[in-house]
């Protein structure tokens, strides 16, 4: 639909106005599955967690276990832990010290968060392709139930949808204009990620690095040197966390103390047949019980070795079953039941269905603009290591939809390409280009060659 001056929605001054109308959808939206959808939901599992965990820092007892605190209590103040990296459990407790405490005075903080990633898919997309791109964009993630009902959550899924899109925006500008600043921030941006959950750290060497190495009017020399230098400032911020961890702890830990168990809970008998095959079964970890001042690095060699034992007694099995992840992960292996299973996850069925309903034409559309993009020479790099970590993490613990979380915000993206070129085909006018763009980038391969960015200066 076209606007009263028969300009396409999103064009000119009108982009920031399209987009604060959508995020207010978005909000409104939000507010709603929060409040009325969900009223009286209680929290649970991870959620509990970081709550109850974040209300504990503010009390002085730094990364402790709240349901060991609770039932232990002093036994456990004195007992670490790194179930998760610290950043949204910090997020969290920075509310706590303003006055939101609560429960539902969070889940506002996550509307919010979920409102501003709007927002940032939007630019995203618009400087992939033009601003009617980002509308599209923006409309999509304000409805589209695989966005909002993570921020229905007291959980890091919604941070890290908002600091996917930034990690994407970051990667696309500097691949496009690259300066030494702007790598500074993107490489910063991986390492928060990885903080803020542990899988990401995957970002460093398929993002920040490959955004130096396809520079390619740059001697070879230099691009090594400014890989170091991602490397150093990506793992800068995560170095705290690790001396905290090293200190602390009876033996290493790095990021996070949790792949051990869920390895454990991912590789025994259920999880490899029956009803959990490709998932987890928290309730085969109940049998074993732990020494009073065991911390979580002894609990996890425990774990690990159990682990271990029954993926070498099963090979052949396991490797069958790592497949199942990822098609479980990515809506190909058993999605009804996925789906079914969703309520464990806090979603209510109908929500689960419908998030189903738009996740598969959204993921053909997203096939379509990554073949897009690449025709035109636009880098896809940055959206398709999403798709890799998410994939990654499926294959070697359980199939889950919260693991492909940031790959969302890449689908989201890719879509919006496909249906700007088909509003494209269907009203016969040419695309518009891509904003922020001084000169036209030649067609390039970022997967394979340097950046075409550089060529055109």
Not at 152 to 168: F, K, N, Q, R, W
Not at 343 to 361: I, K, S
Not at 421 to 439: F, K, T
Request: proline letters at 7%; a neutral charge.
């Amino acid at each position: 639909m076209r606007g009263g001056t028969g300009r396409p929605p999103g064009t000119g001054h009108s982009f920031p106005w399209w987009i604060g109308t959508v995020c207010a959808v978005g909000l409104a939206l939000r507010l709603v599955y929060v409040f009325v959808v969900k009223a009286g939901a209680q929290i649970q599992g991870d959620a509990y967690y970081y709550h109850y965990q974040a209300q504990l820092n503010t009390g002085g007892h730094w990364f402790v276990n709240p349901s060991q605190f609770k039932a232990r209590h002093p036994v456990a103040a004195l007992l670490p832990s790194a179930q998760h990296p610290p950043v949204f459990t910090l997020f969290l407790t920075l509310a706590d010290e303003v006055g939101l405490t609560g429960v539902r005075s969070q889940l506002v903080v996550m509307c919010l968060l979920g409102t501003a990633t709007i927002a940032l898919t939007a630019l995203v997309a618009r400087d992939l392709v033009s601003p009617r791109t980002g509308v599209i964009a923006a409309v999509i993630a304000a409805l589209y139930p695989g966005f909002w009902v993570f921020d229905g959550e007291v959980m890091s899924e919604a941070l890290v949808m908002l600091l996917a899109a930034v990690t994407i925006l970051a990667a696309n500008r500097c691949f496009r204009s690259f300066t030494t600043g702007r790598l500074v921030v993107l490489a910063l941006l991986t390492g928060v990620c990885a903080l803020t959950r542990a899988e990401l750290v995957l970002l460093v060497p398929l993002v920040a690095l490959p955004t130096v190495w396809w520079q390619a009017s740059m001697a070879w020399r230099r691009r090594l040197a400014l890989c170091g230098l991602a490397v150093a400032v990506a793992v800068a911020p995560m170095l705290p966390w690790f001396a905290r961890n090293i200190a602390v702890f009876h033996h290493p830990v790095y990021l996070s103390d949790q792949l051990p168990v869920t390895l454990a809970a991912a590789n025994n008998a259920q999880a490899y047949s029956g009803p959990l095959t490709a998932s987890w079964c928290f309730a085969c970890l109940l049998n074993v019980h732990f020494p009073v001042h065991d911390d979580e690095s002894d609990e996890s060699i425990v774990w690990q070795h159990r682990a271990d034992a029954y993926i070498e007694a099963h090979r052949g099995r396991a490797v069958v079953v790592a497949l199942d992840r990822a098609g479980l992960e990515w809506g190909l292996y058993a999605p009804s039941r996925q789906a079914d299973q969703d309520f464990l996850e806090g979603w209510p069925t109908p929500v689960a269905d419908a998030w189903m309903f738009w996740y598969y034409p959204l993921m053909a559309l997203a096939v379509g603009g990554t073949v897009i993009l690449r025709r035109r020479g636009q880098p896809v790099y940055p959206l398709m290591a999403m798709f890799i970590v998410a994939t990654v993490t499926a294959v070697t613990t359980y199939g889950n939809q919260r693991f492909r979380t940031e790959a969302e915000v890449a689908m989201v993206v890719l879509a919006s390409v496909s249906l700007d070129a088909l509003w494209s085909s269907v009203a016969g006018r040419p695309r518009e280009e891509p904003v922020g763009r001084p000169d036209p980038v030649p067609e390039v391969d970022p997967l394979r060659v340097g950046a075409g960015a550089e060529v055109s200066r």
